[in-house]
């Protein structure tokens, strides 16, 4: 037992000392918090697809409550409705999120070299342009898809397709495996792009200034070097980008409920609505499962890779931007116009179909301020008033605002307290596993994440009650799902901390909590800020998480939103999406300048 504390302790004096040090006793108490929020959901949901449920008694006459049972697992893998439940989805999933996988990661390959190897004007201006589909919430992506390309097949007033060449486009085009993997392409080529960037910045000019003098075209040192070092990060980038896009659900519901194309996620959310709950567990398993193998390749292949593909080391290290000569201005070209198409071109469609009186109609005498300041009308929209005197958005706004803002004041102060543990007790086996069981909620698709906690919280457990439909469960699932990201920030942060400022302290009398509040949370505070502000900006967005835990009482703007795109009021849902991608973007450029703030500081301190 007193190995887990520390290895050199012996006498009942020390293994006292060891058990009354207020750092250990937060990371107990923080391990066991920890391990109820993350592994035992997952457990729960196990058991809940092993087990027969209260209502069970309308599937089979031989239902027991609580008793052991395969019938769901054989039902999802073997039954009538599998092809249709289970290995459909699963095809569907997997073609889209392969396709959108190696779209995504030509796009973000080429553009990166583009912004990082290459001598192109205007890169200063274009890279935060590129990461907007990123940040933006994939809803806004999918809505204004289906601004263009709507078919009046499916229902609904025509797209801009139709309007301007007087024909509808063909429904592969409008829904199904195609618009779904270019959109999620769209979405998550900046994820690729940064991974593959921040690969291309580490090579080092003086291999491929070798390779030109001894005759190898550029083409040639492209495909024998530069593609080669950065392998690695390709094929991390591919792996957690198809990771990512088996998990989205926002858009592909969007984009292949109207074609009854399922993705897995989609099945998770269509069974939980038809109260096939334990069914749609299994799903949530399955996709777990894809998740897990996904990141369990990636770590496999670049751990035990790497060293092949060193290109720093104590030989010395020059990068230098390749020259483009005349196709300087034509490739800027390209690129500022992808960038505007992907980034900036969907955001203006969603500000346009939000002022369209009648969805479909282009002309000026059509447009309305209606939907932001309009008041109660029967006529329009079924009675729903404007975004500025609807009490529906404007409490899903303080909802928003609130979660957002609660969540990401937690996540970063317990992402603090975990990093502390994580670096200052590096040689602690209970450290090593909190800091584990932290990074654990990355791994879980979040339709799956909030399927897990609807089973913990549906009923009461103990002195735990019953959190279905509240705000608190909003709150923790928030935080848990963000700790991955407020943890690796704050073990930057303490890092840079000398622990002899802690030792002086000690000396001084101060207690671990007063030295944590006065040496440790001060010289952290860039850091902690970074992390809370990346924590705000993801929950602001979060749709696929908490769209299982949601009630009429704790609507935020992305569930109010897909509310009305399921209804068919898109110039509401278009914008309420609009406000939730602005407050994003805003986010994201205070945590710019922030991390900006920041690096500027250091350079000070060194001069």
Same mark, same amino acid.
């Given at each position: 037992m007193?190995?887990f504390?520390?290895?050199?302790?012996?006498g009942?004096?020390?293994?006292?000392?060891?058990?009354?040090d207020p750092?250990?006793?937060?990371?107990? #108490?923080?391990?066991v *918090?920890?391990?109820?929020?993350?592994?035992?959901?997952?457990?729960?949901l196990l !058991?809940?697809?092993?087990?027969?449920?209260?209502r069970?008694?309308?599937?089979?006459p031989?239902a027991v409550?609580?008793k052991?049972?395969?019938?769901y697992?054989?039902q999802?893998?073997?039954g009538?409705l599998?092809?249709?439940m289970?290995?459909g989805p699963?095809?569907?999933?997997l073609?889209?999120?392969?396709?959108?996988t190696?779209?995504?990661?030509?796009?973000?390959?080429v553009?990166?070299?583009?912004?990082?190897?290459s001598?192109?004007?205007?890169k200063?201006?274009?890279?935060?342009? =590129?990461?907007?589909?990123y940040?933006v919430?994939s809803?806004?992506?999918?809505?204004?898809?289906?601004?263009?390309?709507r078919?009046?097949k499916?229902?609904?007033q025509?797209?801009?397709?139709?309007?301007?060449l007087?024909?509808?486009?063909p429904?592969?085009?409008?829904?199904?495996?195609?618009?779904?993997s270019i959109t999620?392409a769209?979405?998550y080529?900046?994820?690729a792009?940064?991974l593959?960037?921040?690969?291309l910045? +580490?090579?080092?000019?003086q291999?491929?200034?070798?390779?030109?003098i001894?005759?190898a075209?550029?083409?040639?040192?492209?495909?024998?070097?530069t593609?080669?070092?950065?392998?690695?990060?390709?094929?991390a980038?591919? !792996?957690?980008?198809f990771?990512?896009?088996?998990?989205?659900?926002?858009?592909p519901?969007?984009l292949?409920?109207?074609a009854?194309f399922?993705t897995v996620?989609?099945?998770?959310?269509?069974n939980?609505?038809?109260g096939l709950?334990?069914?749609?567990?299994?799903?949530a398993?399955v996709? #777990? %499962?894809m998740?897990? *193998?996904? *990141?369990?390749?990636?770590n496999?292949f &670049?751990?035990?890779?790497?060293?092949r593909?060193?290109?720093?080391?104590?030989?010395?290290?020059?990068?230098r931007?390749?020259?483009?000569g005349?196709?300087?201005?034509?490739?800027f070209?390209?690129?500022a116009?992808?960038?505007?198409? &992907?980034?900036i071109?969907p955001l203006?469609?969603?500000?346009?179909q939000?002022?369209m009186? #009648?969805?479909g109609?282009?002309?000026?005498?059509?447009?309305?301020?209606h939907?932001?300041v309009?008041?109660?009308?029967?006529?329009i929209?079924?009675?729903e008033?404007g &975004?500025l005197?609807?009490?529906?958005i404007? %409490?899903?706004t303080?909802?928003?605002?609130k979660l957002?803002f609660?969540?990401?004041i937690?996540?970063?102060?317990?992402?603090?307290?975990?990093?502390y543990?994580?670096?200052?007790?590096?040689?602690?086996p209970?450290?090593?596993?909190?800091?584990?069981i932290?990074f !654990?909620?990355f791994?879980f698709? +979040?339709?799956?994440?909030?399927a897990?906690?609807?089973?913990?919280?549906?009923?009461?457990?103990g002195?735990?009650?019953?959190?279905?439909g509240?705000?608190?469960?909003?709150?923790?699932?928030?935080?848990?799902?963000?700790?991955p990201?407020?943890?690796?920030?704050?073990v930057?942060?303490?890092?840079?901390?000398?622990?002899e400022?802690?030792e002086?302290?000690?000396?001084?009398?101060?207690?671990?909590v007063?030295?944590?509040r006065?040496? *440790?949370m001060?010289?952290?505070s860039?850091?902690v =800020?970074s992390?809370?502000?990346?924590s705000?900006v993801?929950?602001?967005r979060?749709?696929s998480?908490i769209?299982l835990l949601?009630?009429?009482s704790?609507?935020?703007?992305?569930?109010v939103?897909?509310?009305?795109?399921?209804?068919?009021?898109t110039?509401l849902?278009?914008a309420l &999406?609009?406000?939730?991608?602005?407050?994003?973007i !805003?986010?994201?450029?205070?945590l710019?300048w922030?991390?900006?703030?920041k690096m500027?500081?250091?350079?000070?301190?060194?001069?």
């Amino acid at each position: 037992m007193l190995k887990f504390f520390d290895s050199s302790l012996t006498g009942s004096g020390k293994f006292h000392k060891a058990i009354t040090d207020p750092v250990n006793l937060v990371m107990l #108490i923080l391990l066991v *918090i920890l391990a109820y929020l993350v592994i035992w959901p997952f457990i729960q949901l196990l !058991i809940e697809t092993l087990t027969w449920g209260d209502r069970d008694r309308r599937i089979s006459p031989d239902a027991v409550p609580g008793k052991f049972t395969s019938f769901y697992w054989q039902q999802a893998t073997s039954g009538p409705l599998s092809r249709k439940m289970l290995y459909g989805p699963l095809l569907n999933t997997l073609i889209t999120g392969v396709t959108a996988t190696i779209m995504a990661l030509l796009a973000g390959g080429v553009l990166a070299w583009c912004v990082v190897r290459s001598d192109m004007p205007g890169k200063r201006w274009l890279q935060p342009v =590129l990461t907007l589909p990123y940040i933006v919430p994939s809803f806004a992506i999918a809505l204004a898809w289906e601004a263009v390309f709507r078919s009046p097949k499916v229902g609904g007033q025509p797209g801009i397709y139709e309007a301007l060449l007087g024909v509808g486009p063909p429904e592969w085009l409008s829904y199904g495996a195609f618009p779904i993997s270019i959109t999620l392409a769209i979405h998550y080529f900046p994820f690729a792009y940064l991974l593959v960037a921040g690969a291309l910045a +580490t090579i080092d000019s003086q291999m491929e200034e070798s390779a030109l003098i001894s005759g190898a075209g550029r083409l040639m040192t492209l495909r024998r070097i530069t593609f080669p070092v950065v392998a690695p990060a390709f094929l991390a980038a591919l !792996i957690l980008t198809f990771g990512k896009t088996i998990g989205q659900f926002a858009l592909p519901f969007i984009l292949g409920a109207p074609a009854q194309f399922h993705t897995v996620a989609t099945m998770v959310y269509a069974n939980l609505t038809l109260g096939l709950d334990a069914l749609a567990f299994v799903l949530a398993i399955v996709l #777990i %499962g894809m998740s897990l *193998i996904s *990141i369990w390749l990636s770590n496999r292949f &670049v751990g035990n890779k790497t060293r092949r593909f060193e290109t720093i080391s104590g030989k010395g290290f020059r990068s230098r931007e390749i020259a483009l000569g005349g196709w300087r201005w034509p490739i800027f070209i390209a690129v500022a116009l992808f960038a505007f198409v &992907v980034g900036i071109l969907p955001l203006i469609l969603l500000g346009v179909q939000s002022i369209m009186l #009648i969805d479909g109609f282009y002309g000026l005498e059509n447009l309305t301020k209606h939907f932001w300041v309009g008041r109660s009308n029967p006529d329009i929209a079924f009675g729903e008033p404007g &975004v500025l005197h609807n009490n529906i958005i404007l %409490g899903a706004t303080w909802n928003t605002l609130k979660l957002a803002f609660i969540s990401a004041i937690i996540a970063s102060v317990i992402g603090l307290v975990i990093a502390y543990i994580t670096v200052r007790r590096a040689h602690n086996p209970l450290a090593r596993a909190l800091d584990q069981i932290a990074f !654990i909620p990355f791994l879980f698709p +979040t339709i799956a994440f909030g399927a897990m906690y609807l089973t913990l919280f549906a009923e009461p457990v103990g002195p735990i009650p019953a959190l279905y439909g509240t705000f608190t469960l909003l709150v923790i699932i928030s935080v848990v799902s963000r700790l991955p990201y407020s943890v690796k920030t704050g073990v930057t942060a303490v890092t840079q901390i000398g622990q002899e400022l802690e030792e002086a302290a000690e000396l001084a009398g101060a207690s671990w909590v007063m030295r944590f509040r006065r040496i *440790i949370m001060p010289l952290s505070s860039s850091g902690v =800020l970074s992390g809370m502000m990346v924590s705000f900006v993801g929950v602001m967005r979060e749709l696929s998480l908490i769209v299982l835990l949601i009630t009429p009482s704790t609507r935020v703007l992305m569930t109010v939103g897909f509310g009305y795109a399921e209804e068919g009021l898109t110039q509401l849902s278009n914008a309420l &999406v609009l406000i939730v991608a602005v407050l994003t973007i !805003i986010g994201e450029l205070i945590l710019m300048w922030i991390g900006k703030g920041k690096m500027a500081r250091l350079r000070e301190k060194q001069s």
